[in-house]
C-alpha cells in the first residue's frame, strides 16, 4: 500500500513540473532579438541631372508669350544658380541679372516701349535690347552641351551694322533714348583767322 501512494506520489510530481510555464526570457535575451528599422540613407541627386531636370520642365511649360517667357527665364535662371558652381554658376547669375534687369523695367511699363521711354528708362532698355546680355548665350550653350536642351533666345531688337534700330515704329519711339546713347556732334564752328596785321618793327 506504501508503495502504491508513493508510485502515484512520484507521477503527481513529473505531471505538475510538466505543466510548469518556460522560463521567461530575460530582458537581456529581449534586447539581443530585437531588430531595428535602418533608416533608408539619403540620397543626393546629382547637379547635372537637377539642372537637366529643371531645364527639361521649362521647355514643357515654356509661354508663348514674349513677356511670360522672360519672366519664366528669370525664375530658371535664378533658380538653377542656387545649386551649380563655377564657371557654369557664373554664366547663370549673368542670364539671370539680365532678365532681372529687363523685367524690373518692362514690367513696371507694362512692356509698352512709349511708357518705358516716359520712365526714362529708354536708354537702357535700348542698351539691353540691342547689345550682348552678359552670360545668356554662354548659359544656353552650358545647357546644350550637358543637357541638350535649347532655351530661348534673349529678347532683343535687330540693329543694323551702324547700330540703328531696322524697326521704323521702334526707332521712332527709341529716339529719344538714341539721342541719349549717341548725341548729336557740336555744331561747325568756323576756324581763327590768322592775325594778318603787320608787326612794325622799330628801327635801330
Known amino acids: 500500500m506504501i508503495a ?7 507521477v503527481s510530481l513529473y505531471v505538475v513540473i510538466d505543466q510548469r510555464p518556460a522560463h521567461p526570457a530575460s530582458s537581456s535575451d529581449r534586447q539581443t532579438t530585437t531588430t531595428t528599422p535602418r533608416a533608408a540613407p539619403a ?5 547635372d541631372n537637377r539642372l537637366c531636370g529643371l531645364a527639361q520642365r521649362l521647355v514643357a511649360t515654356l509661354p508663348t508669350d514674349q513677356q511670360a517667357i522672360a519672366g ?4 530658371f535662371y535664378t533658380e538653377a544658380a ?9 554664366d547663370l547669375i549673368a542670364a539671370g541679372r539680365f532678365y532681372t534687369e529687363v523685367n524690373d523695367i518692362a514690367v513696371k511699363a507694362n512692356w509698352d516701349i512709349d511708357r518705358i521711354v516716359r520712365n526714362n528708362d529708354g536708354a537702357r532698355w535700348r542698351a539691353l535690347m540691342t547689345g550682348t546680355p552678359t552670360g545668356v548665350q554662354e548659359a544656353r550653350q552650358d545647357l546644350r552641351d550637358l543637357c541638350r536642351t535649347n532655351l530661348p533666345d534673349p529678347p532683343s531688337i535687330e540693329v543694323d551694322s ?29 576756324p581763327d583767322e590768322p592775325d594778318t596785321t603787320a608787326t612794325s618793327t622799330p628801327p635801330a
Do not use: C, N, V, Y
Open 43 to 47: 540620397t543626393t541627386i546629382p547637379i
Open 162 to 190: 551702324a547700330g540703328r534700330i531696322r524697326d521704323p515704329t521702334l526707332a521712332r519711339l527709341l529716339a529719344p533714348a538714341d539721342k541719349e546713347i549717341h548725341p548729336p556732334p557740336p555744331p561747325d564752328t568756323a
Open 72 to 75: 519664366a527665364m528669370q525664375d
Open 82 to 90: 542656387t545649386f551649380t558652381d563655377g564657371d557654369l554658376r557664373g
Open 4 to 10: 502504491i501512494s508513493t508510485f502515484f506520489a512520484i
